[in-house]
């Protein structure tokens, strides 16, 4: 088993059914010329995050905990978008901006585009399990739920972009269907002011889930045997 310091109270996991949800770490949404600089949105702190992710990944592997990665994305025609029908089209960011400037068209979130693309510092390896989704959460409309279920997996452990987006839609479905979702909360980021992350950290530890910080997930990974 494996113990954690996590709030609001401390908690004991299996490790062999464990895995490690990596969301969003995309040029999109943490790198210059990405999707959320393009909107305006602050992403001082990706630098920090990626660290902060890097080093959980690095860990989890050595443990042999799986790494699976989500990631958003939309086929060139739009046809997985959901259309003008849907309130896909005219909320999730990507989209929006694609319609309000031509010249972007093409390039945000697009399958096969840098701005798709996975930070180069967070790269899967072979064996990682990557998952395309069109819609903030993870689970939606995607083969996550029965990828993990095949692999056993009942501990989620999330890292990712965004904090009070994807990665919250992603944590919220995992409870729903009865994962046990941890939250490391210095792996991940706010699309938005530091509150909103400081919002989602609350929602998880009253209602969602746990939360730990990347030096606990490190520390106990590196003193349990599986």
Known sequence: MLKLDSKPEPIEVELTKCAVVVVDMQNAFASKGGMLDL????????????????TVVNAARQAS????YVQMGYKPDLSNSGGPHSPNWHKELAMHLMRC???LKGKLLTEGTWDFAIVEDLNPEPGDLVVIKTRYSGFAG???????????????????????????????????????PI????????AGPATL???TLFNVENFFGWTIRAEEFVRAIKTTKP
Not at 39 to 54: H, Q, Y
Not at 146 to 167: D, P
Not at 183 to 190: K, Q, S, V
Request: net charge negative.
């Open 183 to 190: 939250l490391i909360a210095d792996g991940a980021m706010p």
């Open 197 to 199: 992350h400081e919002a």
């Open 101 to 103: 400037r031509p010249e």
């Open 65 to 68: 905990v799986p790494i699976v």
């Open 39 to 54: 909107a305006g949105v602050d992403i001082s702190n990706a630098p920090r995050v990626v660290s902060s992710i890097k």
């Open 142 to 180: 995607t083969t996550l739920d029965s990828q993990l279920r095949t692999r056993g997996i009942r501990y989620l452990f999330f890292v990712g972009i965004a904090t009070n987006v994807c990665v919250e839609s992603t944590l919220r479905d995992a409870y729903f269907q009865d994962y046990w």
